[in-house]
């Protein structure tokens, strides 16, 4: 059985570790922040002093970090995972990053004899808790096959949807509909409000409806309970949508989602992403 390395034990990558770890696999972590890695010590896995120590005990390394930046250092740094010069090593990015770093990473990874996959995921703390994440790979079908059924072990779909960067492309897609779908709600329950429309009885007719989903619900529920508190927290969107004006987005939609989420950041950045209602309509 592979041994495996996890970089991040943030909100997703926390409950994604311990899923591995349920499983039977031999697990050894780094965080920067160290607090976080006690309880999974408790559960069994080994505490690595750096992501270079880190690559050094794992057979198959997973990270799931913020951003480019993050992910740069962990890879690049003094002690990152490309000063541990090992071969035969398999890197998961499970990072939302841009296409990019991936496109600069996999090459880097290869000349030291190992390999890269970018994975990143949808969903959020619930589904990786159940294992029901949505996950969409890129890089080579050999790679994919070698990772798939660690992947498994963590969501409900696998899917290999292309190249290095397909994986990171597809995630950056996903997240442009989320936009949309999320300041769609936001706008059409302020528009009801203002002709006197209760959000109770127009979340009602929504839910039956065509365009009633589990996300539409959820998002609907929090706005009439005014419950802000982050599942996926605005900022992240937002930072995603950044890459993906970055990566090419000009659409008409996109470029109003782009700014409204720019704009909702400052205030409402650690709320979840719904409160962007709060921004559309600051009465809310």
Request: aromatic share 6%.
């Amino acid at each position: 059985m592979y041994k495996i390395g996890w970089i991040g034990l943030g909100k997703m990558g926390e409950p994604m570790c311990r899923q591995l770890i349920g499983a039977g696999y031999p697990v050894v972590v780094y965080n920067r922040s160290k607090g976080k890695e006690e309880a999974l010590k408790v559960l069994g896995a080994v505490v690595a002093s750096s992501p270079a120590s880190l690559m050094q005990q794992a057979d198959v390394i997973f990270l799931m970090v913020s951003d480019d930046q993050a992910v740069s250092g962990i890879f690049n740094g003094e002690q990152g995972l490309l000063q541990a010069k090992t071969t035969g090593k398999l890197l998961i990015n499970m990072s939302t990053v841009s296409p990019s770093i991936s496109k600069v990473l996999a090459p880097l990874c290869k000349q030291q004899g190992n390999n890269y996959l970018d994975a990143p995921v949808s969903g959020s703390v619930k589904q990786a808790e159940e294992r029901q994440l949505v996950i969409m790979a890129g890089g080579d079908e050999t790679t994919f096959e070698r990772a798939k059924p660690i992947l498994e072990k963590l969501g409900k779909l696998v899917m290999r949807v292309g190249p290095t960067g397909a994986g990171n492309a597809t995630k950056l897609a996903m997240n442009i509909l989320l936009a949309f779908y999320t300041q769609g709600l936001a706008e059409a329950v302020i528009f009801a409000k203002r002709h006197d429309i209760r959000t109770e009885d127009f979340m009602a007719l929504v839910n039956i409806s065509a365009m009633g989903s589990p996300f539409i619900k959820m998002k609907g529920d929090a706005i009439m309970e005014n419950n802000y508190r982050a599942a996926f927290a605005l900022k992240h969107l937002a930072k995603d949508l950044r890459l993906a004006k970055s990566e090419g987005l000009a659409t008409p939609l996109g470029e109003v989602a782009f700014r409204t989420f720019q704009q909702a950041e400052p205030a409402f950045g650690e709320d979840d992403i719904i409160a962007v209602i709060r921004q559309l309509n600051p009465a809310q």
